[in-house]
């Protein structure tokens, strides 16, 4: 894989399901992985985290698990789920 143009060996961890609606675990699990030599991050996002009710939308966790990232020079990847997640 090549990030920012140079190759990059992919260290990762894959948080909880729904973890990243919650900014508090985010802001403790992910200095945690960084400090174990992790260099990116899979965590999934639910239409629900973002569309609480019809027509609001809230992306306040999403930005926050996007900067924190940033601030430690992970890789996030974001496995967005639709309408529908797990199945159901």
């Known amino acids: 894989m ?5 190759p ?4 990762p961890a894959e948080i909880n399901n729904s973890s990243m609606s919650c900014t508090r675990y985010m802001t403790e699990c992910l200095p945690k992985l960084k ?3 992790l260099n990116t991050i ?4 639910g239409w629900n985290q973002v ?3 019809e027509g609001r939308f ?3 966790s999403l930005r926050h698990s996007i900067e924190q990232a940033r601030a430690l ?6 496995l967005w789920f639709g309408s529908f997640k797990n199945g159901k």
């Open 51 to 53: 569309e609480p009710e």
């Open 8 to 11: 990059f060996l992919i260290l």
């Open 58 to 60: 809230e992306f306040e």
């Open 2 to 6: 090549i990030v920012k143009g140079k």
């Open 73 to 78: 020079d992970l890789q996030l990847v974001i």
């Open 35 to 37: 400090a174990q030599g």
């Open 42 to 45: 899979l965590g999934s996002v």
